[in-house]
């Protein structure tokens, strides 16, 4: 079994076409985060917002590398994973609301949970590290229907550490399970920062011992992040097996909207994204075209947040729906 | 006033053993669902610690009967995360206290996701969990933790008595679409009965079984305790004091009405289980019975179950931590003079 | 027939929240015995996710205030292997619902280890536990766990319902030798409250605390039910309704002295959780209550709990699935005319 | 933090004194095995025997390394570990049949459970990996009290798998903790093979993801095995932190005694260690004195027996001690 740890700086080569599209996806996910960070500092709302602001490129890059037909195990921080996805902002937004026009009909809300079966996009644990167990079963039946298939796990540098990685990425390995174990490193576990609680610089240094490939990308480099996370989906749909890909990127805001920080002293509480994946992107396109995905963004957000605001709020009667079938 | 056949009238059936018959189901299940499938540790080449998936391997190949390596959280969750894929996970953890080693996968992520996701996922999984105590397997190999699962909506709960049950129930087990615990006493699979041949014998969950009819007392019984709880009875029977014994044979959902039905009429209830008795699946069971039928009673509840103490490992003093056929008998001779 | 303090007369007392009373006790016993530590997730610079450990780095140090990474088993096992080395841990889960994700540590470890070793070891450990509702947490992360805890013997079971309690069951439990699960109602820390200020006050385990007197119904509450339950019964007292209120405040060992001796006088009793009610805490107290003052009895025990479903997500919906005030006093109503 | 992994296979060199210390701990623990092999098999015994036979290397080279004050956290094969650290053998077998003369007063029986605060022998989890963060933990209170002691936790390679070992090994590197991580790699997960159930040819390869040093020796060799558990033992004593040993060493009868092995045919069911410890240790020590050594361990081990079997069963009574102090 093929071991290696890369740690790749560059940007790859993208057509033109590839980074507009990338483009189209961060700017799309980068409105939604801010119109957010808008809506819950001035209206509140029940719940716990996990701002993914910055991190735009990790789930712009990656969920781009997957087909239709793959599946999605998506973290906590924002709802990029699910937009690039194919889902509806307005549903996405209908979920945190816990609206009835949520893709989980108003039991979501808070911390959201969206689901789309058709779109691959399975839900998430709320319990950090519960969907590596998970990603590596859904790869078992990709494997046992020789569906043509990948499983891809997102998780953060803190959910690293939960020994259902071990147990999932060993038994992955062995079975050479099509899962892609996608690391978004911002840095931090809530208060701990990444490197006060990892031994090793990169998540990455952990894969080789689990016979898989591990690779360190520049997450705020939508192109590198696709380009290192096909590599590990088209190792994946070979039959070859699971690979480990980390992006290294930062987390702007607090860990829930509303957090102090007071831990924190490396960056200041604003809504500066460094080495902003937009301005990166902007050097592969058009800037017309950019200003012109940027706007579109923009009333896609708003679009959906007056969407979502709309839709009643779901029945008390759904409380006791769904437990069983 | 008698015990009841443990198999209905008219049906086909052989003899087997409670294990034998849990393999049958299994085997005949694959045979029926190709998207059924099995993983565990050593159930494949070895065919489980206690033999249970002999020969399956076999039959079904190395794709669909998978020996993993020591991982339980991947074992539930990952039958969790395949469930939601379009297959059918009938998994084995060695000892139904491992369930614990488990317990986010089976209690948040069994338990809640389909709800959580709101009610668009489906998670049909059966986690099969020996049980029991069997003869020196210690404090974390021999617990009954059934009331636990009871305790955590979201999750269905088995625990066959016999080998016809155990047949029956886990074949509708794999059918359903809801993730069903299946408590397997360890104790008994080696125990034989008439099993029913046919391949669509199916016993419906939430009906429980009256074991034997009696009008002095109801005793509610699970697992290992039917028998200790029949023994007795016949013990009683020949002191003209006539036992009703009925076995829920599933916890969730659980069939209060033969349960009620029957204490209206003999108007005392015992209840026993090898599980620990402080908050144990009886206090549920006698809290229902005492809230339905208390104009009905004539005593107080009574409930037996394990001592307030972990399994010792000795075999010999295991066996005192749990409710005997002798301390049934006592009780069931006090409540109905009382 | 009213209120009573929440405090002994004569006790010295300080207005203080929930969460900063069992802060103090912290404080007060790292004070007291340099054996006693801390670790979690984010409780030393942060302060922990609820604030409750909060300046506690600064007095005591990055040696006994740690923070770990995100790793259950470690914090709870790794509690049990220091406490067995001759340190006193004192750890915190995020939310009680990890414990689940440490279920082999806590129930297999803490629980068990002393026993299984034939008594030669002891565990003092501390397991913090933020536990119910608290405003869209979700149903991984607002779960009433309490009764898997006492089904399992070997642990002591805390459960706080005023802040003078939160910090005199928290120097009890620092200080005994067992296994203590604390569970601190995390929809309470900002509940305010006398809160005795010397170091030397303790809440004893095992003694019940009445919190109010009468003679109508007893009503058996925890946690978040006990404020509900005083509310409900003082809007019964104007209706000549006086219901006697108890709070157990530990369910290990658990004080069914005071419980029986009221039910005797009341002749009805009604318990109330926020836990699932099927095979919650509530099961067992009403089995016990029957078993020792059947004849006592005027009506049925009913109990009030969770419905039989996961904490929905959505803020406005979690209320609808544990007991309401309104639901308290409406079936107190009921089973007063029963 | 260095990162190494060694494989070496040489002996290394041993004083004459050592390699007889060696031997007579060898063979105390063999002769064991063998009568209690045949003791089993004579007159079954309640519960269940998981023979250390052809393992005796391992856990006397390993164990030998400890000081007296050292903690230890056991597996569960075998005796080994707790004879080497100096309890008695006829309190090891009282354990095993249950009778009051046990370390844990009759409350041990089938597989055994033993304890001795004094001599740092603290336990076994039935449920295999608790020791993993046990182990971190008392490394931990070690730590905070300014002990100079170490703590070994010794596991199979089958425990190696579970997430305990991830989490409780990043912690103890993050930490620096005072942990040896002892795995006596036996090729089998009861009747799983290693091999088949392993991403990577050694256990010793996921050591690098932690940081820490993976060195890999030859079990059968107790001078091999004790020198590479010294240099860990003395890094941890150092505060530099844990390192895993892994010992190659052979199952040489069924995982439980009684076991059919059906599902193995790599080893005849005998009593032959293939590269017996014995015999590797007998070309350093003068064969008289080895021969007077196994004498005097046949004795001891007889005598032992004989003391345990008339020990009293455990009194009915202490079923309900000890479960609250
Ligand atoms: C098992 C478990 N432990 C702890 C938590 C609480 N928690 C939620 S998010 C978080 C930090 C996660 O850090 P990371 O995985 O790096 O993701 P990030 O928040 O940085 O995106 C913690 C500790 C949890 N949800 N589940
Ligand atoms: C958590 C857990 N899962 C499964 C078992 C059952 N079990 C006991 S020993 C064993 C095999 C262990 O293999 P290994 O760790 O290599 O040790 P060996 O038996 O080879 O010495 C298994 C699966 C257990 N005790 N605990
Ligand atoms: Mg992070
Ligand atoms: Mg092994």
């Known amino acids: 079994m093929s071991t290696r740890t890369e740690k790749t700086g560059e940007t790859g080569t993208a057509s033109a076409e590839l980074a507009l599209d990338l483009y189209r996806q961060v700017t799309r996910i980068r409105a939604l985060e801010l119109l957010l960070h808008r809506y819950v500092k001035e209206h509140g709302f029940g719940g716990f917002w996990h701002p993914g602001l910055g991190q735009e490129a990790v789930q712009a890059g990656a969920v781009s590398a997957l087909r239709r037909e793959d599946y999605l195990f998506y973290a906590h921080r924002g709802l990029g994973y699910a937009l690039v996805k194919g889902m509806a902002p307005e549903v996405l937004l209908g979920d945190l609301f816990g609206r009835t026009g949520g893709s989980v009909g108003g039991k979501g809300g808070g911390t959201v949970h969206f689901v789309d079966p058709e779109l691959g996009v399975l839900g998430q644990g709320g319990t950090l590290g519960s969907n590596f167990v998970l990603g590596a079963g859904a790869a078992t039946s990709v494997q046992l229907l020789g569906e043509d298939r990948v499983v891809a796990v997102f998780f953060g540098d803190g959910a690293a550490s939960r020994g259902t990685f071990h147990e999932a990425a060993l038994q992955a390995s062995v079975w050479k399970l099509p899962v892609v174990w996608i690391c978004e490193n911002n840095g931090w576990h809530l208060s701990a920062p990444f490197s006060a609680q990892s031994p090793t610089e990169d998540v990455a240094d952990r894969a080789a011992g689990y016979g898989m490939p591990g690779v360190v990308v520049d997450g705020q480099d939508s192109v590198a992040v696709r380009a290192a996370t096909l590599a590990a989906v088209e190792r994946a749909r070979a039959g070859e097996g699971p690979s480990l890909v980390e992006a290294k990127t930062l987390r702007i805001r607090g860990h829930y909207e509303g957090d102090p920080q007071r831990y924190r002293d490396d960056i200041a509480d604003g809504l500066e994204v460094p080495r902003d994946p937009l301005r990166i992107l902007r050097e592969r396109v058009p800037a017309a075209a950019a200003d012109d995905l940027d706007a579109a963004a923009e009333s896609e957000a708003e679009a959906a947040l007056e969407a979502a605001l709309e839709m009643p709020k779901a029945d008390p009667g759904i409380v006791t729906e769904g437990v069983w079938t | ?338």
């Open chain 2, 1 to 338: 006033m008698s015990a009841i056949a443990e198999v209905p009238e008219g049906v086909e059936t052989e003899q087997l053993g409670y294990g034998r018959a849990i393999n049958a189901a299994l085997a005949e299940e694959m045979r029926r669902d190709e998207r059924v499938w099995m993983m565990g540790q050593d159930v494949a080449k070895m065919g489980g610690v206690f033999g249970v998936t002999r020969g399956l391997l076999d039959e079904f190949g190395p794709s669909r009967v998978r020996d993993t390596t020591i991982n339980e959280t991947f074992i539930v969750g990952g039958a969790a995360g395949a469930a939601l894929t379009g297959t059918i996970p009938v998994v084995e953890l060695q000892f139904a206290d491992f369930g614990l080693v488990a317990g986010d996968e089976i209690f948040h992520k069994l338990a809640k996701w389909r709800y959580m996701h709101g009610g668009k996922l489906s998670l049909p999984v059966v986690v099969r969990l020996p049980t029991g105590v069997v003869g020196g397997a210690g404090a974390e190999h021999s617990q009954s933790l059934e009331a636990i699962a009871m305790h955590v909506p979201g999750l269905k709960v088995a625990l066959p008595a016999t080998p016809a049950d155990a047949k029956g129930l886990l074949k509708t087990a794999i059918r359903d679409p809801n993730p069903v615990l299946f408590f397997e006493h360890k104790g008994m699979y080696r125990t034989k009965g008439p099993v029913p041949s046919g391949d669509d014998y199916l016993v419906p969950f939430g009906e429980a079984a009256t074991r034997r009819r009696g009008d002095a007392l109801t005793v509610v019984a699970t697992g290992l305790m039917v028998p200790r709880a029949l023994a007795a009875a016949e013990r009683l029977a020949a002191d003209g004091i006539e036992l009703e014994v009925i076995d829920p044979r599933t916890l969730v959902p659980l069939d209060m009405e033969t349960i009620v039905a029957s204490v209206e009429r003999t108007g005392r209830a015992l209840v026993v289980h090898e599980a620990v008795r402080t908050a144990g699946a009886g206090a549920e069971i006698a809290a229902r019975i005492q809230e339905a039928a208390f104009f009905s009673l004539d005593a107080p509840i009574w409930r037996l179950g394990a001592l307030d103490t972990p399994i010792p490992q000795d075999p010999d003093l295991e066996q005192l931590v749990i409710p005997s056929g002798e301390q049934i008998e006592a009780a069931a001779r006090e409540l109905v003079a009382l």
